[in-house]
Nanobody
Framework: QVQLVQSGGGLVQAGDSLRLSCAASGRTFSSYAMGWFRRAPGKERELVAGISRSGDNAYYASSVQGRFTISRDNAKNTVYLQMNSLKPEDTAIYLC??????????????????WGQGTQVTVSS
């Protein structure tokens, strides 16, 4: 069992920066790929950024490319999302996500996944 505890977020103005943190319990953090999703009112949940287990590879949604940076510190069991040049359209609840493969059977991947509690980010214009 993994627990993800988020911190950061809040109310900022357009152009400001924020950093979200997500601390994981347990000793298997490095076995999890990590990501940040967001959910805005009236919109579907969106994958904002993801990072590989080692931290060598990252993915970004086109809407945040060049402004957001995902990173992780496996020694601290923590993943971060640095958000710069924030825009009002970045307003959403941000959720930390962990995913680890249990086994791959033929082309079917069985996995564990966990979610953080969510944190509100509000960007005013």
């Amino acid at each position: 069992q993994v627990q993800l505890v988020q911190s950061g977020g809040g109310l900022v103005q357009a152009g400001d920066s924020l950093r979200l943190s997500c601390a994981a319990s347990g000793r298997t953090f490095s076995s999890y790929a990590m990501g940040w999703f967001r959910r805005a009112p009236g919109k579907e949940r969106e994958l904002v950024a993801g990072i590989s287990r080692s931290g060598d590879n990252a993915y970004y949604a086109s809407s945040v490319q060049g402004r957001f940076t995902i990173s992780r510190d496996n020694a601290k069991n923590t993943v971060y999302l640095q958000m710069n040049s924030l825009k009002p359209e970045d307003t959403a609840i941000y959720l930390c996500y962990a995913n680890a493969t249990i086994v791959v059977i033929r082309s079917t991947r069985l996995y564990r996944e966990y979610w953080g509690q969510g944190t509100q980010v509000t960007v005013s214009s």
